[in-house]
């Protein structure tokens, strides 16, 4: 893979979903977070949008899945096996034009969740799309990387140097890694991710390029917001690095039902073509000022606020079930 992964706001051939499949995963929280993908799949598959590739991992939630998007244009549901919807980290990072695509070891983001299927994800979206596979041995989840389509890279010390997923690995030994995998030319490092995210720190649930040397990032919203000294510390290592910052304000305090904060926020958007899904938690006022900061640099695509309360009880977002084919 020669040139560089195109940034997400690259126009699109396809776009993968993952539909929330197992009973015993999702339990009270699976028609709920069903409903919040459909209508995520429905938004992304608008017109002049995204040729939607919603994957079910399992045989009992297919019937529902075809009966829910039949005759809906631009959906296609295709049968396959994963241990969750997660199809940022166990699928293939695909290059420019999608004519070959990046494929990792995958270890259940540090051996947390390992799940049957979830290490075989990549080849069948590979195999579906057509798309060769370049295989590369050591562990790697996409959602611990945001790419801004000239070979810059950002991603967190506290998850691609964590020992549980690659032994030994510094800041050279993981840039070295990236570089030979997917052309970085640069890597960006920074620190900690959101509190009690079980991926250790992904980057696309704290920054994310959203132009040309241009990174949102999170500003507290709210008194108790359990993120903030890390919401600035990020903005710091980013103007660091000569980037330009866009605070965009975050969810705030989101709570489990233990009363423990969870890693509820906006950054896991989902940049399509046409539009910018944001996942919403709840409060409206937050909603609103995250879609403003975002329609300020795509006021040529439509930013949609959907909620993703259902889904974050699973751990992620949008961004966290989706994987992108570049045209």
């Given at each position: 893979m020669?040139?560089?992964?195109?940034?997400?706001?690259?126009?699109?051939?396809?776009?993968?979903?993952g539909?929330?499949?197992?009973a015993?995963?999702w339990?009270?929280?699976?028609?709920?977070?069903?409903a919040?993908?459909?209508a995520?799949?429905r938004a992304?598959?608008?017109?002049?949008?995204?040729?939607?590739?919603?994957?079910?991992?399992?045989?009992?939630?297919?019937?529902?899945?075809?009966?829910?998007?039949?005759?809906?244009a631009?959906v296609?549901?295709?049968?396959?096996?994963?241990?969750?919807?997660?199809?940022?980290?166990?699928?293939?990072?695909f290059?420019a034009?999608?004519a070959?695509?990046?494929?990792?070891?995958f270890?259940?983001?540090?051996?947390?969740?390992e799940?049957?299927?979830?290490?075989t994800?990549?080849?069948?979206?590979?195999?579906?799309?057509?798309?060769?596979?370049?295989?590369?041995?050591?562990i790697l989840?996409?959602?611990?990387?945001?790419?801004?389509g000239?070979?810059?890279?950002?991603?967190?010390?506290?998850?691609?140097?964590?020992?549980?997923?690659?032994t030994?690995?510094?800041?050279?030994?993981?840039?070295?890694?990236?570089?030979?995998?997917l052309?970085?030319?640069?890597?960006?490092?920074l620190?900690?991710?959101?509190?009690?995210?079980?991926?250790?720190?992904?980057?696309?649930n704290l920054a994310?390029?959203?132009?040309p040397?241009v990174v949102a990032?999170?500003?507290?919203?709210?008194p108790?917001?359990?993120?903030?000294?890390?919401?600035d510390?990020?903005?710091?290592a980013l103007?660091?690095?000569?980037?330009r910052?866009?605070?965009?304000?975050s969810?705030?305090?989101?709570?489990?039902?233990?009363?423990?904060p969870?890693?509820?926020?906006h950054?896991?958007?989902?940049?399509?073509?046409g539009?910018?899904?944001?996942?919403?938690y709840?409060?409206e006022t937050?909603a609103?000022?995250?879609?403003?900061?975002?329609?300020a640099?795509?006021?040529?695509?439509?930013?949609?606020p959907?909620?993703?309360?259902?889904?974050l009880?699973?751990?992620?977002?949008?961004?966290?079930?989706?994987?992108q084919?570049?045209?």
């Amino acid at each position: 893979m020669t040139a560089f992964i195109p940034a997400e706001w690259a126009p699109h051939r396809a776009m993968w979903v993952g539909w929330p499949s197992h009973a015993d995963l999702w339990q009270d929280d699976l028609e709920a977070a069903q409903a919040e993908v459909e209508a995520l799949v429905r938004a992304l598959a608008g017109p002049g949008r995204e040729q939607v590739r919603l994957l079910v991992g399992h045989d009992d939630a297919l019937a529902d899945a075809r009966a829910r998007f039949d005759g809906v244009a631009g959906v296609q549901v295709v049968a396959g096996r994963f241990g969750d919807i997660w199809l940022r980290d166990t699928g293939p990072i695909f290059g420019a034009g999608s004519a070959r695509a990046a494929a990792f070891r995958f270890n259940g983001w540090g051996g947390k969740y390992e799940l049957e299927h979830d290490d075989t994800v990549a080849d069948q979206i590979g195999g579906h799309a057509g798309v060769p596979l370049d295989r590369h041995d050591f562990i790697l989840e996409g959602g611990a990387l945001d790419h801004d389509g000239a070979g810059t890279i950002l991603t967190t010390r506290q998850c691609l140097l964590n020992p549980n997923r690659n032994t030994g690995w510094t800041e050279a030994v993981a840039q070295e890694a990236l570089t030979s995998s997917l052309n970085a030319a640069r890597v960006v490092w920074l620190g900690d991710g959101l509190l009690n995210d079980h991926t250790d720190g992904h980057v696309d649930n704290l920054a994310r390029f959203v132009a040309p040397g241009v990174v949102a990032c999170p500003i507290a919203y709210g008194p108790k917001d359990p993120n903030a000294e890390v919401y600035d510390a990020t903005a710091a290592a980013l103007s660091a690095a000569g980037l330009r910052t866009l605070r965009i304000p975050s969810p705030g305090l989101v709570s489990d039902e233990d009363e423990r904060p969870i890693p509820a926020s906006h950054m896991n958007f989902l940049i399509a073509n046409g539009a910018v899904i944001v996942p919403t938690y709840g409060d409206e006022t937050a909603a609103r000022l995250a879609c403003e900061a975002l329609a300020a640099v795509y006021p040529d695509r439509q930013i949609i606020p959907l909620p993703s309360t259902a889904i974050l009880t699973g751990g992620g977002s949008f961004h966290c079930i989706s994987q992108q084919e570049p045209a």
